[in-house]
C-alpha cells in the first residue's frame, strides 16, 4: 500500500502564491509518474500538472507559465508552485501517484486525499 499525503492548501488573494506537496510513502519499487488534478464544485477532476521520475512535465494550458511542477525522488514527493493565482483556480487539489508495485509488471495509481485552495477575488 501506498499513502500520499498532501499540504500546502488555504485561501489567497487572486494573484498570489501557494505551494503544494505530496509525500509518497509506503512499500514500492519505484514511482513513475506524479501530478496534481483538481476538482471544483459540479465539474469533473481535472489534470493540472504532470512529472515522470525523470522530469518530463506535461501541464493544461490553462497553467502554463503560471504553475510549475516539480519532484524530489529522494523524498518520494511531488510540488505544485502556484503563481498568480485566479478565482477560477479554486478546487480541491488531488495528488496522484502511478506507483510500480515490487515484484510486479503492473502500475498501481494512488490517491491523495485532497487539500483545498481557495481564492478570492
Known amino acids: 500500500q501506498v499513502q500520499l499525503v498532501e499540504s500546502g492548501g488555504g485561501l489567497v488573494q487572486a494573484g498570489g502564491s501557494l505551494r503544494l506537496s505530496c509525500a509518497a510513502s509506503?512499500?514500492?519499487?519505484?514511482?513513475?509518474?506524479m501530478g496534481w488534478y483538481r476538482q471544483a464544485p459540479g465539474k469533473q477532476r481535472e489534470l493540472v500538472a504532470a512529472i515522470t521520475r525523470g522530469g518530463s512535465t506535461n501541464y493544461a494550458d490553462s497553467e502554463k507559465g503560471r504553475f510549475t511542477i516539480s519532484r524530489d525522488n529522494a523524498k518520494n514527493t511531488v510540488y505544485l508552485q502556484m503563481n498568480s493565482l485566479k478565482p477560477e483556480d479554486t478546487a480541491v487539489y488531488y495528488c496522484?501517484?502511478?506507483?510500480?508495485?515490487?515484484?510486479?509488471?503492473?502500475?498501481?495509481?494512488?490517491w491523495g486525499q485532497g487539500t483545498q485552495v481557495t481564492v478570492s477575488s
Open positions: 496522484n501517484a502511478v506507483v510500480l508495485p515490487r515484484g510486479t509488471l503492473s502500475s498501481v495509481t494512488y
Open positions: 509506503g512499500s514500492f519499487f519505484s514511482i513513475n509518474v
